[in-house]
């Protein structure tokens, strides 16, 4: 069994996570957007401007409905388009309205600046190790619920 240091130092990961999690919420949510929505806006913002649904869920971890459900309340408000991706036709490509675009000018660019700007404010040393810890403790977290389910049975 994990000493108490071990499991004090996992919960306040938990909280700083919770932590960082809440800012983006707020974010959204001064937007007038979803969590899920202003992620999407966010992806489309940092690939130019048009990605595949596909691609939002994997790079996010959403299932398939819920990117769905967002992209039809972005396109509902006229922000986002979508139309079969040239590549695979079962595939949706997600796009940028002058809409959105004008949206994301306002609301996700400045986002994303601010968040470059807090991460570029830490010595390039601190940024590659922040970077590798957490790709190191994502990884451990993946092994070990690998394990429990593994332990219980599930697939």
């Known amino acids: 069994m994990p000493d108490q240091g071990q499991l004090t130092s996992a919960r306040v990961i938990d909280v700083l996570y919770r932590e960082s999690d809440k800012l983006y919420y707020e974010l959204a949510r ?15 913002e940092v690939s130019g401007g048009s990605v595949t649904q596909g691609q939002i869920a994997s790079d996010f971890s959403y299932s398939k409905q819920t990117v769905n459900s967002a992209l039809k309340t972005l396109e509902a408000r006229g922000l986002v388009a979508l139309a079969p991706s040239a590549d695979d036709r079962r595939s949706k490509l997600v796009s940028l309205t ?15 600046a601010a968040e470059d700007r807090a ?5 390039p040393v ?3 190790e922040l970077l590798r810890l957490v ?6 977290i993946e092994t070990e619920v690998a394990r429990l389910k593994n332990e219980r ?3």
Request: glycine share 6%; net charge negative.
């Open 30 to 44: 001064d937007c007038g957007l979803s969590e899920t929505a202003y992620w999407i806006m966010y992806a489309l």
């Open 98 to 112: 002058a809409a959105g675009r004008a949206f994301a000018d306002e609301r996700i660019r400045p986002a994303i």
């Open 119 to 123: 991460f570029t404010s830490l010595a």
């Open 126 to 128: 601190e940024r590659a």
């Open 135 to 140: 790709r190191a403790y994502a990884d451990a």
């Open 153 to 155: 049975g599930d697939k």
